[in-house]
Structure formats: C-alpha cells, structure tokens
C-alpha cells in the first residue's frame, strides 16, 4: 500500500512537472512498457496468483485439522478409557484431516500389530516409532507449500527490482533519443522502474507475513501431535501393567 501512493506520487509529480503530458494510468504505461517490463509484471503476477492459492490451501487445511481435532479428542477420550481400540480407530477414519487423529490411528494400529507379532517388551517400542514416523508425515503435510511463501517472500523484491534496472536503462535511453534533459524524458522509464517494484513489495510482504503465520501454526500443530503421541505411549504403557 504504501510503495503504491508512492508511486502515484511520484506520477503526480511528472504530470506538474510537465503539464502537457498524457495522463500515467497503468494501461498507458502498459502499453508503454518494453518486453522485459512486461515479463517482470506478468511473473510477478503469478507469483501473486500462486502464493495466494497457497495461503488459501494452507488456511483451509489448518482450520479443518483444528475443528475435526476437537471432535476427535472429545469423542476418542471415551473409547479409550473404555479400552476399545477399535472404536478409537474407527472414530480416527471419521475425522481424517485432524492431525492428532492421523497420529493416534498410526499409534493404535501399531500398538494393535505389534500385540501380535513381538515380544511384550518390544510393543512400546514398535508403537511409538510408529508414532513417531507418523509424526513425520503430517508435518510435512501440514508444512507442504511454505517454502514456495518463502521463496516468494525473499525473491519477489528481486524480480521487481530488476524491472526497475530495466527501467532506468529505457529512460536513458529516452534521453539519447530525444537529446532531451527534462523530466518528460525520463518520466516513462522512471515509472516503468517504479511501477515494477512497488509490484514486488506488494507480492513478497503478504507472502512473508503468511509465511511467518502458518510457520507459527504449524509448530502449534507439532506441540500438540508430540503431547498426543506420549499420552498415548502412557496409555499403552499402562494398559501392558494393567493385563500383567
């Protein structure tokens, strides 16, 4: 926002200064600019497009983990205390885009295998790098798509700026071809160099601060698929001491 009232004011400014120019609205210097302007504006455009659908994805994604999480813990917390695995399992397939119920299904159905394959003191252990390996998995479910934010965030400044360079180049350029020194000569390219990074600043800030948002709710996620695998390691443990 504020790299645009720049912009403008800086239009402003070439239009007193030269008052019989035409006016500089973003279809005249469109159809100004030269080919590699263009390119820097239509990449930056989908740079936008893309890390847009990635915050929309992202948004979508973690506000159905955490309301499906809710009513997964709620209704999983009796089964358990029930000891009916089963049940907890299939409570789990109900709400598959909860993070803590992807962690816990993996836990139970590798507590429920390993009952029957390995010794009684090796099914902590297969349960819980089975939770653990499950853990692993849903964050980098949850983390898909942020290093594109990122990348965007520290590169779209760059893309700008070189539209900017290219800018500066075809204004002096203006003036060996016009053998002119006023600001009528220059006041194309400067927008040009301008208009291309004010574009980069707009598409890099939003992606940074979703990036440094999401970032946060991820290790939010991570917390509470950590303190659901141990419980559920307690829990194990102590439905082992309860048969014995």
């Known amino acids: 926002m504020v790299a645009t009232l720049y912009v403008h004011a800086m239009l402003f400014f070439f239009q007193a200064g030269n008052p019989g120019a035409s006016s500089w609205d973003l279809r005249s210097m469109w159809s100004q600019m030269s080919a590699l302007p263009r390119s820097v504006v239509v990449i930056l455009f989908v740079l936008s497009i893309y890390s847009f659908g990635v915050m929309i994805d992202r948004a979508l994604m973690y506000s159905a983990a955490r309301k499906q999480s809710r009513v997964f813990v709620q209704q999983v917390a009796g089964a358990l205390k029930d000891g009916k695995l089963d049940e907890a399992i299939a409570i789990a397939e109900r709400n598959k885009k909860s993070h803590i119920a992807k962690v816990v299904a993996t836990g139970l159905s590798e507590f429920q295998s390993a009952s029957q394959q390995v010794s009684e003191a090796d099914?902590?252990?297969?349960?819980?790098?089975?939770?653990?390996?499950?853990?692993?998995?849903?964050?980098?479910?949850?983390?898909?798509?942020?290093?594109?934010?990122?990348?965007?965030g520290s590169t779209a400044p760059f893309v700008g700026l070189f539209g900017t360079v290219v800018g500066i180049l075809n204004a002096f350029k203006g003036i060996e071809q016009s053998k002119a020194t006023g600001l009528s000569a220059v006041a194309g390219g400067i927008a040009e160099a301008l208009v291309t990074t004010a574009l980069g600043l707009l598409v890099a800030v939003p992606a940074v601060w979703a990036y440094n948002y999401f970032t946060n709710k991820v290790e939010a996620f991570d917390v509470e698929m950590d303190n659901s695998s141990m419980e559920l390691i307690n829990y194990f443990i102590l439905r082992r001491g309860a048969r014995k």
Request: net charge positive; aromatic share 0%; glycine share 6%.
């Open 123 to 152: 099914v902590i252990e297969a349960a819980k790098r089975g939770l653990e390996r499950s853990v692993a998995i849903v964050h980098a479910e949850m983390k898909r798509g942020l290093s594109a934010l990122a990348t965007i």
